[in-house]
Nanobody, 122 residues
């Protein structure tokens, strides 16, 4: 059974920092690429960052240089360190589990947690 539980969201002023965590089922964490997505009100869900099982990372252009994705395989936990936060970072943040698609040949994502709200406002 896949379980993804996010935490760490909250209200922060512009320029501030937050660290999100995602506790994952042990059976799925170490063998899969993981990701953080976000969805702002009235907007489509956006891929924020990904990390492979060996630690290779990729970021959306809007967060590159400000956010850092990491994982602790021993704790089955995914993290997102968010610095220099902007009002446009306000969204519900989700972690997601990837899988290798035999159809597309790419990593796709099939499970998401319930999300944690991040609000950046003065």
């Amino acid at each position: 059974q896949v379980q993804l539980v996010e935490s760490g969201g909250g209200l922060v002023q512009p320029g501030g920092s937050l660290r999100l965590s995602c506790a994952a089922s042990a059976t799925i964490f170490t063998i899969n690429t993981m990701a953080w997505y976000r969805q702002a009100p009235g907007k489509q869900r956006e891929l924020v960052a990904t990390i492979t099982k060996v630690g290779n990372t990729n970021y959306a252009g809007s967060v590159k240089g400000r956010f850092t994705i990491s994982r602790d395989n021993a704790k089955n936990t995914l993290y997102l360190q968010m610095n220099s936060l902007k009002p446009e970072d306000t969204a519900l943040y989700y972690c997601a589990k990837g899988y290798p698609s035999v159809v597309s040949g790419l990593v796709e994502f099939d499970y998401w947690g319930q999300g944690t709200q991040v609000t950046v406002s003065s």
